[in-house]
């Protein structure tokens, strides 16, 4: 069953202007292969060229941010909210 | 100024170069963009003589700081005083110490004089009119007054909660105060899609990496009134990291640039305990910073839960072989009545934190006993005189005559008498 992935406004050229993508998957690693098969090149945005997050870019599972979960390898099922959100410079 | 020494803004993770405009996020992949400078063309423009020539204001290391033209905001702002705290240091068990005292910056009483005035220098350079910002209060003063005084329309977002002379010192210069019911973190958060909505000039947002730079001049004053040498040690109080993180760049750029020699420094944090998640990843030896959701603090200008800077912080502190300690409010009251009662310089919260946090990184031995360092004070006390009030005695109270002023001191010697 598709999960839902809510997309930030700076990535949305990427998702026809979607801000929520539903894609399939177990894990977040999953969730964002899939996203970047349907939308080649939202990848590299999230990750880097070892395929870790990005420091700036912050997945959260309800409301979680997953590196204190298991990071990329964080389980989700049908149900959770997903979002990805670039980290907020300012103070 | 015919020369460009400020060449472009540049993101700290992936380096992808930006124009010179109000932007502060890479594009690619979020990271926070930074001034970049012409260090070659700067070595060879400056020197201690010239700088020394100048007038004592922040503006004197102009060639390090991000804008195009000659400053038109703050050329009263900075070169604080670098005092040396004999009786500190033996209260604290350190053979030299200083206290950088920007408790005394112009106009407003605290470190975010520097930052706010290249911010407000740049926002005219690019032609804003209304300039903002996010703040627990120290950076609401600075935008309030310093924009009055450039003529700028002004929007100051605080946290509601915060200390009555902080909003009434952002008030009264006629600045738009907007309290907002939710910690610092959601007003950032708010502000932040209010730059992008209104396009104001916010500057610890789209201005950000203007504003930050100012912090490196604490760095170079030290240096300067130093001698012409980095200290051994300086204790920052942290609260996006950006001062710290900052301080150690400006070291680092006076080395680059030949004002000072290559040196070792070590950089060390101070945190409230009520908020202390970059302390927490220092000791935790990692650098993933876990936000704090709900701060709880007395140094209410410290309590941002997630620090932007957190990350560049815990590497600066480590890098430098630096420590980093935190402190509770009883702690920080302690290191306010300190730092008033040996050196007579009466500091806000965020000077009681740095204080306390430098007992320990003394007694623990990150700063040898030995060795030299320099604490940053960065704000007034008077801006937070409500959080030290319940902790002072009250003044004894009698009528205009001699006897019963006699009365109270031959008390006081039978008191004192008793004691020994």
Known sequence: ?91 | MGKEFFSYLKCRECGRQYPKKAVHVCEYDFGPLEADYNYEQIRHSISRKLIESRPHHMWRYRELLPIDGDPTVGLQTGFTPLVKADRLAKALGVRELYVKNDAFNYPTLSFKDRVVSVALSRAKELGFNIVACASTGNLANSVAAQAAGAGLKSYVLIPADLEQSKVLNSLVYGTNVIGIHGAYDQVNRLCSEIAGKYGWGFVNVNLRPYYAEGSKTMAFEIAEQLGWRAPRHTVAPMASGSLLTKITKGYQEAIKVGLIDEQPFSIHGAQAAGCGPITAAFKAGTDLIRPVPKPKTIAKSLAIGTPADGYYAVHAIRSSGGGSEDATDEEIIEGIRLLAETEGIFAETAGGVTVACAKKLIATGKIPANESAVLCITGHGLKTAEAVAPHLPAPRLINPSLREFDALIANETAVHAAAV
Do not use: C, H, W
């Open chain 1, 1 to 91: 069953m598709p999960i839902p992935v809510s997309i930030p406004t700076p990535l949305r050229p990427l998702t026809e202007n979607l801000d929520t993508v539903e894609v399939e998957g177990a894990t977040i690693s999953q969730l964002l292969a899939s996203l970047d098969k349907r939308y080649p090149g939202i990848g590299e945005r999230l990750l880097d060229a070892q395929g870790n997050l990005r420091r700036f870019v912050n997945i959260y599972v309800n409301g979680e941010d997953v590196r204190f979960l298991q990071d990329k390898e964080t389980p989700v099922k049908p149900g959770d909210e997903v979002s990805i959100v670039p980290a907020i410079a300012g103070g």
